[in-house]
């Protein structure tokens, strides 16, 4: 065997729930054996059962057995409660062996409980003991395990507070941000409106004096004035997408797909766009407004990216599976040439510069559903024959599931 060579470790020793559970079963079989050695008795009947010392009275063994009953059950659903969760969770505990540790405790205690109620009608006596000597052992191997444990627990005490901290000053933070942002946004729009202004008072004042260079001059300062107008506001919305509440609940697609056609029916109505979709349609768990946000940029893309003289067409289609509803927007519009697909939502990306627009708009789509815990993704087939957007949201809970 080579150096780098390595056997590979069984799934028991890797398990720590395995391991304790192996190492707690050979100390029951150690400790069985040495009794038999020493030929100490084990289930040896000793005395009178405590049913006499109850008088045989049935209302007083009825309150003993339901009390030690109730305790060791208790006591076992704790330790099974504990060993499961450092079995799904043990990478992410920090000294989930102190919880097993603890576990073995409980459940130790609960066996004390349960022979309570064996004692009343057999006298193992003798193994009534030797459970009692298994709880003690337990209890003090927890009681001193814990001792050194105390710093590293006080120390994740303090670095949640910390981590807590810096959670309520990154909040103060971007809410500072946010209007930062609003006050900049003001800012900078005063100045545009000014610009336009200006425009609008030479046309009209001067209008008949104004060479026809002049007034292409002004267009085009005001369709530039335009254009930052949009960029502004397509960054506040960006911003305020990552920092946005969400709400998020069961949302009909139907509802929101008829919701997004009338907020563009002004530009459908100017491109003759067609928008098709099924009539009944899955729900969704999303945020109603971000899911609004989303359709209404890829379907006015759609709209507006196409070829001089095509007509829009958006077809939207929806599968559900898994839990998981996918829903397909495929157009005939302009496509996206596959050299650009790989950074087609990144921010100020434009892809077709002869038609109005900032670059932010599939950059916001992006962050919507990344804030919504979905994907999304774009299939284009060759240029001039249209792109297909698809984005995958959970599914919405069925009614009445919790």
């Not at 000053?169 to 729009?189: K, P, T």
């Not at 949302?251 to 008829?258: I, K, Y």
């Amino acid at each position: 065997m080579t150096p780098s060579s390595s056997v590979s470790t069984a799934p028991w020793i890797a398990n720590p729930m395995l391991r304790w559970g192996a190492a707690i079963c050979a100390a029951v079989a150690a400790g069985l054996l040495l009794f038999r050695l020493l030929d100490i008795p084990v289930l040896g009947h000793i005395g009178m059962p405590h049913e006499f010392c109850y008088v045989r009275d049935p209302k007083l063994i009825s309150l003993h057995v339901a009390s030690d009953l109730l305790i060791g059950l208790a006591y076992v659903s704790i330790s099974a409660t504990l060993g499961y969760l450092v079995y799904r969770a043990s990478q992410d505990i920090p000294f989930h062996w102190v919880l097993l540790a603890f576990g073995l405790f409980i459940v130790s205690c609960g066996m004390t409980h349960f022979m309570e109620v064996w004692v009343i009608w057999e006298p193992v006596y003798w193994l009534s003991g030797y459970v009692k000597v298994v709880t003690a052992a337990a209890s003090v191997a927890t009681a001193i395990a814990l001792f050194p444990v105390l710093p590293k627990i006080f120390r994740l005490v303090e670095s949640a507070r910390e981590s807590e901290r810096r959670r309520v000053e990154i909040e103060q933070l971007n809410q500072e941000l946010e209007r930062f942002n609003y006050s900049v946004a003001h800012d900078l729009r005063a100045p545009l409106r000014g610009i336009t202004g200006f425009g609008d008072v030479l046309r009209e004042d001067f209008g008949d004096q104004i060479p026809p260079a002049a007034k292409a001059y002004i267009e085009r300062m005001q369709n530039s004035v335009a254009r930052m107008d949009a960029l502004i506001t397509d960054l506040l919305k960006y911003s305020t997408i990552g920092r946005r509440q969400l709400q998020l609940k069961p949302v009909a697609l139907e509802g929101v797909l008829l919701a997004t056609r009338a907020v563009l029916e002004p530009e459908a109505q100017a491109h003759n766009a067609e928008l098709i979709f099924p009539e009944k349609l899955p729900a969704v768990l999303a945020d109603e407004t971000l899911l609004l946000v989303v359709l209404q940029n890829l379907i006015g893309n759609a709209m507006k990216f196409v070829a001089p003289g095509v007509r829009p067409r958006i077809e939207i289609a929806c599968a559900t599976q898994a839990g998981v509803v996918t829903v397909t927007i495929t157009d005939n519009g302009l496509g996206i040439a596959p050299e650009y697909r790989a950074k087609v939502f990144q921010i100020f990306e434009r892809f077709h510069p002869e038609f109005p627009g900032t670059g932010m708009g599939l950059a916001i789509v992006h962050r919507a559903i990344e804030r919504l815990g979905g994907k999304i993704g774009v299939r284009s087939a060759p240029m001039g024959t249209g792109s297909q957007f698809w984005l995958e949201l959970p599914a919405a809970p069925a009614r009445g599931a919790s």
